[in-house]
T-cell receptor, first 112, second 113 residues
Framework: GENVEQHPSTLSVQEGDSAVIKCTYS??????FPWYKQELGKRPQLIID?????GEKKDQRIAVTLNKTAKHFSLHITETQPEDSAVYFC???????????FGKGNQVVVIP | DVKVTQSSRYLVKRTGEKVFLECVQD?????MFWYRQDPGLGLRLIYF???????EKGDIPEGYSVSREKKERFSLILESASTNQTSMYLC????????????FGPGTRLTVT
């Protein structure tokens, strides 16, 4: 089945700098790649997603890029703010059509 | 607004007890999911259901069962709780297909002593 890996596990950045989280996936048939954000003590929420027919998608300070050849996709956060501190999960839709394969999550810490 | 609710935020049970965790969604979603979240292990899928009375095993189904008698309700059952099932349990729901957003509940922190 699909296997999704995230690197690095923890990322510390100065406020105002950019943060990049990279995920790799194993199933070349995967075609949907969402990112979920989980703030401390709260539930995960979808922040952005990308489909395999698109190479990049932006929404204000966040963007996701997809490299299908290399089977990796990345989350980019620009001008980081303290409220960006959270755990970020990437995922991919692999075998079947009803479930996602999640990565183990990245802790992002924005230092004021 | 989509609302996914879980029956308890915190639960303490004894080893060997039968434990029921309930999840209710109000958006007429076809799919419902139970995840377990542990530090460093991310979100691991226990079971999911794509229709009433239908279920499929996820990655870690051992020691768990599920029930979906009504579309809006999905129950996770620990037949005989063990200490290694101490964890955060998250329910989620979505429209049919993996390409739809999953909406998560607030989670149940289960402690088995």
């Amino acid at each position: 089945g699909e296997n999704v890996e995230q690197h690095p596990s923890t990322l510390s950045v100065q406020e105002g700098d950019s943060a990049v989280i990279k995920c790799t996936y194993s199933d070349s048939a995967s075609n949907y790649f969402p990112w979920y954000k989980q703030e401390l003590g709260k539930r995960p929420q979808l922040i952005i997603d990308i489909r395999s027919n698109v190479g990049e998608k932006k929404d204000q300070r966040i963007a996701v890029t997809l490299n299908k050849t290399a089977k990796h996709f990345s989350l980019h956060i620009t001008e980081t703010q303290p409220e960006d501190s959270a755990v970020y999960f990437c995922a991919a839709s692999g075998w079947g059509n009803n479930r996602l394969a999640f990565g183990k999550g990245n802790q992002v810490v924005v230092i004021p | 607004d989509v609302k996914v609710t879980q029956s308890s935020r915190y639960l303490v049970k004894r080893t060997g007890e039968k434990v029921f965790l309930e999840c209710v969604q109000d958006m007429d979603h076809e799919n419902m999911f139970w995840y377990r979240q542990d530090p460093g292990l991310g979100l691991r899928l226990i079971y999911f259901s794509y229709d009433v009375k239908m279920k499929e095993k996820g990655d870690i189904p051992e020691g768990y069962s599920v029930s979906r008698e009504k579309k809006e309700r999905f129950s996770l059952i620990l037949e005989s709780a063990s200490t290694n099932q101490t964890s955060m349990y998250l329910c989620a729901s979505s429209f049919g297909g993996a390409t739809y957003e999953q909406y998560f509940g607030p989670g149940t922190r289960l402690t088995v002593t």
